[in-house]
């Protein structure tokens, strides 16, 4: 059985090779590929697919919000989130899930502990964003999101539970407060590895920051957020946790995370 990656551009995706040897691994003999679709494709991609039996999906950038209208039902954690980042084929119907939430919010609690009197910052207000904003809004004690378009922010902040507050990129003096930053954007990814979306006087001894990006496997946020001595935790977890959820809803098997996270850092390693 075929399984896609859908996404534009998807060529610095490591996803394949986790889940290529998760399938090998459990004997299974599927395939996972990457499928770069356009936006404006998106619709007969999808449809395309419908036709030719696959199994499911992963949605990335900038899919994930889009994609929804052309799902035949949402899970409930798609619905909750506003977001798809997962597909179930089930006998021809498609169904949206969301896995980012799960996936994220284990790489937090595993890396810092209990969450529960954290203050958090959190940048960006897209599919990921908002996937970790609905399960840290009733879990911390405050929660702030700043993104470029401070109205975004401030919306996704309105329907949230919790002290939740949403502002725009230029209020990150907040970030000297937070116990955890989490950078929820696409900013110093490949190939733009020199930028950050943080003014790097802001971090501090203490704090945890999460770079939702996996490649790089140190983003210049990370290195920033070191030198300030504060801990540090990559992408790459988020990405094999949700990708553990994926596999479990299209399989009914439960794959090996670290199988999945020493594939893609192999892939990771060789690219840099």
Known sequence: MNYYLLGYPVGHSVSPAMHNAAFKELGLLHR?????????????????????????????????????????????????????????????QLIGHNTDAIGGIKAITLKYGELTESRVVLLGAGGAARALAQELAPKVSELVILNRSPDKAEKLARILPG????????????????????????????????????????????????DIVYNP????????????????????????????????????????AETMYNAALRVLEAWH
């Open 217 to 256: 496997i140190k983003t210049k946020l990370m290195q920033d957020a070191e030198k300030a001595g504060a801990e540090t935790l990559g992408g790459l977890w988020m990405l094999v946790y949700q990708g553990v959820e994926s596999f479990k809803i299209w399989t009914d098997r439960e794959p090996s």
């Open 32 to 92: 996972y590929s990457l499928l770069e679709t356009e936006p404006e494709k998106l619709g007969e991609t999808v449809q395309g697919l419908k036709e030719n039996k696959f199994g499911g999906a992963n949605v990335t950038t900038p899919h994930k919000i889009e994609i929804i209208k052309h799902m035949d039902t949402l899970a409930a954690s798609a619905k909750r989130i506003g977001a798809v980042n997962t597909i179930e084929n089930h006998e021809g």
């Open 163 to 210: 002290n939740t507050v949403g502002a725009g990129l230029g209020e990150q003096q907040v970030v000297k407060t937070a116990d955890i930053v989490i950078n929820a954007t696409s900013v110093g990814m490949t190939p733009n590895t020199s930028t950050s979306p943080i003014d790097a006087g802001y971090l501090r001894q203490g704090q945890l920051v999460y």
